[in-house]
């Protein structure tokens, strides 16, 4: 994500999925021609929002499958899973909650991408994304032909959304994209090789989002809301005025 | 009867704070809620971009002034938590500080430990500063330019005065009481000027010492406005705010400018929080708002703050305290740390209340607790509930003022107003109601 970022300003899906092409087709290692063909398969086997409110975790259950034939030609220990979860506007991942590490200690690494301005609604910020790096050698040498499971809850935060007259406004993120990274020692310098799942197979798995239903303002409160804001403000000036100049111990006795 | 000393008090509330912080460290690592406020992290990581000779304002949300920065910069070789025991050495000195202000004013030793016990003792207060909060180093240089005034000393008042400007900016407020304050009448050339003793009678009648501010407006009226103190109170407290900012923007830029500054001066929030303004601002946030309405919510804040200041500005203390009040209740967004802004000077106003605990004092504080907690009730509804409840909250944030307001009414009601200095001249007969 930090290479897409240096070369666009903001996170759109169409210039991603360019992105992730090229590097992909950038990637090819020596003696292992073809990227699809190692036999990594990357799959969500389950997408689900987790929590109540503003902040919720978006929990991914990410299967690890490699064809048992590719297994040795992999460098077990110096590969990593690499998910992108991108989001959708209107929600965040809080670069605080990632440090801690209470929760994320099994991670190589974690960082978020993009718009990590907490504070703007969703109608003025703009998309972010979360990388995750996952050790995956131990996985690699004793995966067994099912494969093997990763499990990410990732916190969320909801941003304050655009007015709407039934008073929610509906987020819908999608699958992440993933794809593993291995360190080849080459016949002349080591090279970082990037494999995912084929295209037919990564369509094949199911398509699921999440559907994430946050509060909004109504535009039906904005004229009386203000008119009575207003008045309030007055009355408590007005009160405060009346007390200060009449029923302190400033009142001036004639003599 | 209390009959702590104030040494006992202050090493029990230093202890009680060392466990507060080591305790706050633990459960940062072992349990999933952190008791680690959010903006210390923010303080600590801009801290340590500093000391590596970067910017702070590299750290996005760091809304400070580089002093923060600076004064935290240990927490990168040091300790994590030297900020921590920074903020609460602060607290204590400002328990200190109380007691000092209390006892220039011959307040009883009992009044002065209560006062002290009121703030060293609030669970709000105390959390505060081993959260991580710089709060309570603002509160600690205000009641250190009371003492200052008190003393007579306008250089180091005036000094200490344009810093705590610079580092926090709503302070500004305060510029202009502190100008009546100076009043010529008790600040003369080469003599420190007389503080006018607590006597028992405050607690129990409120006394108008009408006479003596007569003469005063009258002289006042008749002198230049401009003398030697108010002079010399403008001009330092000035330079200094100009060469702090000066030197930061030299560094730092227009970066400095906008994030510890202006930011502060033009903030509006959509996000929910205790103002008023929350949802209006919301619901037209996609908009710009028209001149005549940011007047108009402009407007109740600079009448409440003028009225204030022309009615109390000789009761500095007091002054400072109402309008602190009036500025958080009025203010555009508000948040619980601002609430601290006017905690530290409300033991310094207590000894001069006829108010008593029971039961309009205890009425007061349940009022402005149920007021705050109502308001909380809707705000989880929202946040952790997920319910859409705007206009509840709304309405919660109205009660809330209300609240503020009528107890703001009932201390100004109660409290025993008379100006902080006397005449070196013999003292009229005051007026007892």
Known sequence: MKSYFENYESLHDSSFEDFMAHQLSSSLCQGIPDNWNVGVRLSVRELSLVGEGSHRHLSSSIRLQIAAASIPKLPAHLCEVIVIQRLPLGVFADPFELQNPHKHKAFRDIAVFGDTNLELPSFQSNRSAVEFHIDAGFNILFMQNNGTEFNLLLPLDARYQPLDESGYSVVEIGEPDMLMRCSVEGKQHKQSCLFMSPPNEKAKSTSATVAWKIPAGMKAHAGFLSVITFVTALLSTLSIVYASMFLSGTKVSKT | MISLKPRSILLISAIFRVGLILFGEWQDTHVEVRYTDVDYLVFSDAASLMASGQSPYKRTTYRYSPLLAFLLIPNSFTSRCWGKFLFSASDLFVGLFIRIILKQRKVPDDLCTYSMLIWLFNPFTFTIGTRGNCEPIVCAMILWIIICLNNGNVVQAAFWYGLIVHFRIYPIIYALP????????????????????????????????????????????????????????????????????????????????????????????????????????????????????????????????????????????????????????????????????????????????????????????????????????????????????????????????????????????????????????????????
């Not at chain 2, 006829?354 to 009425?363: A, Q, R, S, T």
Request: proline fraction near 3%; include cysteine; charge should be positive.
């Open chain 2, 178 to 433: 502190i100008i009546i304050f100076l009043d010529p009448c008790f600040f003369r050339s080469g003599t420190k000027p007389l503080l006018s003793d607590w006597t028992s009678d405050q607690g129990k009648a409120r006394q108008i010492n009408s006479e003596l501010t007569d003469k005063c407006v009258v002289c006042d009226a008749l002198k230049s406005t401009f003398t030697r103190s108010r002079i010399l109170f403008g001009l330092i407290s000035g330079t200094v705010f100009l060469l702090c900012t000066g030197f930061f923007f030299r560094l730092y830029g227009w970066e400095f400018l906008h994030e510890a500054l202006l930011y502060h001066l033009t903030r509006t929030d959509p996000r929910h929080n205790f103002s008023i303004y929350f949802y209006h601002i919301y619901l037209n946030y996609e908009r710009e708002l028209s001149v005549l309405e940011k007047l108009i919510s402009f407007l109740p804040q600079f009448i409440v703050q003028l009225v204030l200041i022309l009615c109390f500005a000789k009761d500095l203390v007091f002054c400072f305290f109402v309008q602190t009040v009036a500025f958080v209740a009025f203010n555009k967004v508000i948040t619980a740390q601002y609430f601290v802004w006017f905690f530290c000077l409300l033991p310094l106003i207590l000894p001069w209340s006829n108010m008593k605990l029971k039961w309009k004092g205890l009425c007061c504080i349940l009022l402005w607790m149920g007021a705050q907690t109502h308001w909380l009730l809707w705000g989880y509804l929202l946040e952790f509930k997920g319910k859409n409840v705007f206009l509840q909250l709304w309405m919660a944030s109205l009660l809330f003022l209300a609240a503020n307001t009528f107890i703001l009414i009932v201390l100004i009601r109660h409290h025993n107003y008379g100006p902080v200095f006397r005449q070196h001249t013999d003292l009229k007969t005051t007026k007892t109601t």
